[in-house]
């Protein structure tokens, strides 16, 4: 049994593949746990495009609530997350948005309270640390200013094997930590206080849950993650639940029937966050202008079909002005399309867009029109 089961998945990518269908439209349920589960146990709906190949999630992805409603919608491109992302609370408004790059979370992300109120920014360094710039409380008094204050957030710990989900209190001293920081339970138990100079952990307790006492002090190095990041990873890896499916193979063959498929909706996300000036492309628009001009070739093909519209494509300037996620967002032939992209990716590096005075990720969507005249 077990044999023709992998000898069927085995057809069923074959035949995918050598059909040209590397990359099909899925839904996928998952449990609380973030486990692939059948429709029926759902409490999380994933919408997407999945590579029949590496079984890695590609373009967009919309995610839901059991109940139908759109709470996350990012990105998937070759190296994983990138662009946009944006959260939802449940009445709708805007948790949280920032953008990712090369699967990891860069730049300033902006955090909001339910009523549209700040709650906090914070800044993704890339060695995958982090500083809060600010913060406030739910009476909207500040709490971080310029990377100084108090702060409390909830985050997830691994101490050894074990992860844990804690409230994090801490102190930010221009930008980073300081002072006496601590993982607490809910009830308000410690589980783990570290000290800090200058963003350095100085000393460091572990407490056993049971009796409260401190039962290690080494100064090994803990994993401090944000929980939204932790999911977004559980439910990357495709981990299946043995008892409802039986074997691996049966739950990828349930997640690739077309009748599960939902559409790919959208929760019509802003371009960009906010920004104080926008990318620029070294000396100016008329710069850039005449650079399209004089590399862009029209194919004799294309040229004797006369196609006339708009080529529009997509692209994210990094905080280092280099250029990368380069898509069609609007065809117009294969032939432009290719022309398009090919011309794009020549572009030397750009000046970055800037919030709060600093670069920031921003995705660019460049129209190009091609009008052949009557003669």
Do not use: C
Request: net charge positive.
């Amino acid at each position: 049994m077990r044999f023709r089961i992998l000898l069927s998945l085995f057809l069923l990518v074959f035949l995918l593949q050598h059909a040209g269908a590397q990359v099909v439209p899925v839904t996928i349920y998952y449990d609380l746990n973030k486990i692939v589960t059948t429709k029926q146990k759902s409490a999380f709906i994933r919408v997407a495009s999945l590579d029949t190949v590496s079984f890695k999630f590609k373009g967009k992805v919309t995610d839901y609530f059991a109940n139908g409603q759109a709470f996350q919608q990012f990105t998937y491109g070759e190296a994983g997350k990138e662009g946009i992302f944006q959260l939802l609370h449940p009445n709708k408004k805007l948790d949280r948005e920032g953008f990712f790059k090369e699967n990891q979370p860069v730049g300033q992300w902006r955090f909001y309270y339910p009523d549209g109120k700040p709650l906090q920014t914070v800044e993704f360094l890339p060695n995958q640390d982090y500083k809060v710039l600010e913060s406030y409380n739910f009476l909207g008094q500040q709490m971080v200013k310029d990377g100084t204050g108090n702060w409390e957030t909830t985050s997830r710990i691994r101490v050894g094997l074990t992860f844990f989900d804690l409230l994090l209190e801490g102190q930010w001293k221009d930008g980073v930590k300081t002072g006496q920081w601590q993982f607490l339970k809910p009830d308000g138990k410690k589980v783990l206080v570290k000290e800090y100079e200058n963003g350095v952990v100085k000393k460091r307790k572990l407490y056993d849950l049971q009796s409260g006492r401190a039962v290690e002090t080494k100064l090994h190095q803990e994993d401090e993650l944000w929980p939204f990041l932790i999911s977004l990873d559980d439910m990357e890896q495709l981990r299946f639940d043995p008892a409802v499916f039986g074997s691996k193979e049966r739950a990828l063959q349930y997640i690739l029937r077309k009748e599960h498929l939902l559409p790919l909706d959208s929760l019509n996300l802003a371009a960009n966050a906010k920004v104080e000036k926008e990318p620029e492309f070294p000396g100016g628009q008329e710069a850039f202008m005449r650079f399209l001009g004089n590399n862009f070739r029209i194919s004799p093909v294309d040229a004797r079909s006369r196609v006339s519209g708009t080529v529009l494509v997509s692209f994210v300037v990094g905080v280092d002005g280099t250029l990368s996620d380069f898509k069609v967002v609007k065809s117009l032939s294969k032939g432009l399309d290719a022309e398009a992209l090919r011309v794009l990716k020549m572009m030397p590096r750009w000046k970055p867009a800037v919030s709060n005075g600093k670069p920031v990720p921003y995705t660019m969507t460049v129209p190009y029109k091609i009008m052949f005249g009557n003669g």
